[in-house]
């Protein structure tokens, strides 16, 4: 059975029991700021689970693309040593909404795994929760007696809270857990061992692995620690695709499934190594299968490689198998980006986005390739160095091999593999100590303490009436909580009814006012969308909680905001229009003062596509086209009127359309009700933020009309400065021709100066110690400075032979040393760089230079004599 088939077996037996087969959700997190990863199936459904959303049907199931870099048994540094973790990995999995629960989820487990899948029953073993008296929780009875009618008792096994009861996090939904293993051993292996699997499960065994989790939500975690029991009990289950696919066809490694198998193949053709053919090779091979995933689906969904955030984490996935290949795979150019067709031909036909994208996939690999490999030899020079500093100790200090993992990607086992090449080892111990200061780092900036919901009206449902109108009379404060994040503390509110829009889709939040029937008036500073909530950040706590309040937002502010964002669309619009139906937007941040654009262009705009940009828009808002919407438009519906979706965004079943004029577009945010309120378009900047990815910054209205007066005022000082000239222009340009020329007249007499003070110095010149050797005092030097020193220098160096000039003077009050060495002497192993090293001493400063010529400088000048009689004693050594 193929992977591909497997994936369908298990989506066609869900929708025969009655489930929605619903299309995977982005990898990419966007409007979670808990998450920036999906990490688990269930992710898309968290607001369900939560509350704050209505599920959409009662019974749901996908295969759902998964990132895990961090937590149990996911080390970003392990994945590759083993054959069964990964960082991007499917998940199977299948969901109730209040609707069956245990039973149902124990019985469809075990009938599609034996009877469609046709595992041997023998070899499962099913885990339950033997219950916490720390939580008050029993013995889960009702999961153990469902495996009872398909399972022996020695093949049911409790299970502690550790294991065997699941949580979203530190608060929220949460519930006992029933783990499917298997025991994939040859009768060899058992044999060996004597042990029988009941005694491996969750022992660490390669072998006996988990391959389904049943979770059965039923809890609720309060702050204070505490479980409540949900009004609605729900199921959430997961199974890892990769150990299926393995388990089904026969393989005691997920890498030598189909899933991987083509893959590694690739890569072996590319690198002229066979999988199989070494453990350190097999291990780069399996880094490099799985690491081309992670990038490129992070990429489809929208995620480049960057140094925050999430973008932080798939440049270090990148980095990580750009280096296994390069250390133990010989691939000095880049090669990931050749591996991306394979990728596609895998997975292509069930998550079309990275077939569809997979020129602009393999494009932004390649740059991130090349700029690494750069990186990556500046490592190795600093190893080099390192090793150079700690040759008497032959340790590499701890620092030093943290500065080469963090800095340049070097993992730990690399400078050890560099270090131990050339008989050094590492200082593993202050190693770890700097890693784990660095881990303390990033959890505390990244701490968050959320308080448990006080709760003033009964509602779940908040209704957004901002697209209508900034305010709103009569609204009720639904519950509150204190939230403590980088060590400030806030307020969070929810109203069952607000104007207020939630930051989400690049698009800043509302501020405000809310006022109370009493007149008591607090500032709204911020308003976040998280978990389908719309959150007011309140600068205090209302006196009178479950009164009706008046919610104001801040209308001026708003207006510039929704006149920024309709911006967005129209240029969009223009981009695609004048540089080609290629260009999409890759990302947008709107706010009162100006937008920044993301969109893919392969090249730099030039300053006639800028113009015809920024005229095309003002057209457009010239046009004053009404704002015309559909807010609940099917996607069918959506794709019969033009709407463009953007990759790596999560649509709902309803979709709002955008129209202004030609703009048709997706989205959820806050707009002008036409175009004409925007006023005057400028654009302020153009770069490029990734391979394949170009930047627009921009301001309209009022922040555009002072952009203009500025430059106004800036070309009115201009012409000032040449008596206020008609034509500019011309005479900047007479300026500039004229400056060129007087340039090339200073350049022709400093040349001749030099030649003429090199002929001086020339009949200076005396034996001494079996060369000719020219010695310049501060009297010699007085008219002289370094720029004619130096010039001087070079041209004797070129025209003399066994000639060496040792000079000592000052310039500009600071003590100046230089040595010149002729072809010749250099020829013969004179270096004046290092030579001159020992004359600065005594000026009490440093210098270097290349072997024919070098310079110091110092701050003691009462030294220039003594540094004068050491020059010249070491250019006349022997």
């Not at 040393?817 to 400063?845: C, H, P, T, W």
Request: with cysteine; net charge negative; hydrophobic share 40%.
């Amino acid at each position: 059975m193929t992977s591909k088939e497997i994936r369908q077996k298990f989506l066609d037996f869900f929708a025969s029991k009655g489930h929605t087969i619903v299309p995977s959700a982005p990898m990419v997190v966007k409007n979670d700021p808990t998450l920036m990863f999906t990490n688990a199936g269930m992710n898309q459904f968290k607001d369900i689970f939560l509350g704050n959303a209505k599920a959409p049907g009662l019974r749901a199931a996908d295969s759902q693309k998964c990132l895990r870099v961090s937590g149990k048994h996911n080390d970003l540094e392990e994945v590759g040593h083993d054959t069964y973790h990964h960082t991007m990995f499917e998940m199977l999995g299948n969901w109730s909404f209040g609707d069956y629960f245990k039973t149902e989820a124990i019985d469809w487990a075990w009938e599609l795994l034996t009877d469609v899948y046709k595992i041997d029953k023998n070899l499962l073993y099913a885990t339950v929760f033997e219950g916490s008296a720390e939580d008050g929780t029993t013995l889960d009875t009702e999961a153990r007696e469902a495996w009872r009618k398909y399972l022996p008792e020695d093949h049911i096994l409790l299970g502690n809270k550790h294991d065997n009861f699941w949580e979203m996090g530190e608060t929220g939904p949460c519930g006992p857990c029933s783990e499917i293993h298997i025991d994939i051993r040859t009768p060899e292996e058992k044999a060996a061992t004597g042990l029988s699997g009941r005694e491996l499960v969750n022992q660490g065994d390669p072998h006996v692995i988990e391959i389904w989790n049943l979770v059965f939500m039923q809890y609720q975690r309060m702050a204070d620690g505490h479980l409540e029991p949900l009004p609605a009990r729900n199921i959430d289950t997961g199974m890892g695709f990769e150990r299926l696919c393995a388990v089904l066809q026969g393989k005691n490694s997920n890498y030598d499934s189909d899933v991987f198998t083509g893959m590694l193949a690739c890569i072996g053709k590319l690198s002229g190594h066979r999988y199989g053919e070494s453990d350190k090779t097999d291990v780069a091979m399996r880094v490099i299968a799985d690491h081309i995933r992670a990038i490129s689906f992070s990429i489809a969904d929208g995620q480049l490689p960057s140094n925050v955030k999430a973008g932080y984490v798939i440049r270090r996935i990148l980095r990580r198998a750009v280096r296994y290949g390069y250390t133990f795979l010989g691939l000095s150019e880049p090669f990931l980006c050749q591996l991306v067709q394979q990728l596609v031909d895998d997975m292509g036909e069930a998550y079309p986005e990275i077939a569809k994208q997979q020129k602009f996939i393999e494009s932004v690999i390649r740059e991130e390739e090349l700029a690494f490999l750069r990186t990556l030899d500046r490592g190795i020079r600093l190893m080099d160095e390192c090793m150079e500093r700690s040759r008497a100790a032959k340790v590499i200090a701890g620092a030093d091999a943290f500065k080469l993992y963090d800095t340049y990607g070097f993992p730990i086992d690399l400078t050890e593999l560099i270090a131990a090449e050339n008989g050094f080892t590492v200082d593993q111990a202050g190693f770890q100590v700097e890693l784990q200061q660095q881990k303390d780092r990033a959890r505390n900036a990244t701490a968050n303490t959320f308080g448990d919901w006080t709760v003033y009206h009964e509602g779940e449902d908040v209704c957004f009436v901002g697209f209508d109108t900034t305010e709103v009379e009569g609204a009720l404060l639904l519950k509150s909580r204190t939230v403590i994040q980088k060590n400030k503390e806030m307020l969070q509110l929810v109203f069952d009814r607000t104007p207020f829009y939630g930051e989400m889709g690049g698009e800043i939040g509302d501020t405000g006012v809310i006022l109370s029937a009493d007149g008591e008036q607090i500032r709204i500073l911020n308003t976040v969308k998280e978990n389908n909530l719309t959150i007011h950040i309140a600068e205090r706590l209302p006196q009178n909680c479950e009164g009706a309040f008046c919610l104001r937002v801040d209308a001026a502010r708003r207006q510039r905001i929704a006149n920024n964002h309709s911006c967005t669309h129209l240029m969009h619009r223009a981009l695609r229009e004048i540089l080609g139906t290629h260009v999409e937007q890759k990302g947008s941040f709107v706010s009162d003062q100006g937008f920044r654009f993301d969109f893919s262009h392969f090249e730099k705009l030039s300053d006639e596509q800028i113009a015809q940009v920024e005229k095309r828009v003002n057209e457009l808002i010239r046009s004053n086209f009404q704002l015309s919407e559909k807010r609940d438009a099917t996607m069918e519906e959506a794709r019969e009127m033009g709407a463009m979706a953007l990759f790596g965004e999560k649509y709902g079943d309803r979709v709002r359309v955008v129209r202004f004029g030609p703009s048709v577009e997706l989205c959820g945010g806050c707009h002008t009700s036409a175009t004409g309120n925007i006023g005057l378009f400028k654009i302020t900047g153009e770069s490029a933020i990734a391979a394949g990815i170009r930047r627009i910054e921009a301001v309209t209205g009022e922040q555009a009309e002072d952009l203009v007066l500025g430059l106004q005022g800036l070309l009115k000082t201009a012409r000032s400065f040449f008596n206020n000239v008609p034509d500019l222009a011309g005479a900047i340009r007479k300026m500039i021709d004229d400056n060129a020329t007087f340039k090339k007249q200073a350049e022709e007499f400093s040349r001749q100066k030099a030649a003429a003070f090199a002929h001086a110095l020339s009949e200076r010149a005396a034996e001494a110690g079996g060369i000719k050797l020219i010695t310049v005092n501060q009297t010699l030097a007085a008219d002289a400075d370094p720029a004619l020193m130096r010039n001087a220098a070079l041209a004797l160096q070129k025209e003399l032979k066994g000639t060496a000039l040792a000079a000592a003077y000052l310039s500009d009050g600071k003590p100046q040393l230089m040595l010149m060495y002729s072809d010749d002497l250099v020829s013969a192993g004179r270096n004046a760089g290092k030579d001159i090293r020992e004359a600065a001493k005594f000026i009490q400063g440093g210098g270097g230079g290349q072997p024919g010529l070098a310079t110091a400088g110092g701050k003691n000048a009462a030294g220039l004599e003594q540094a004068l009689e050491a020059l010249v004693d070491i250019a006349t050594r022997a």
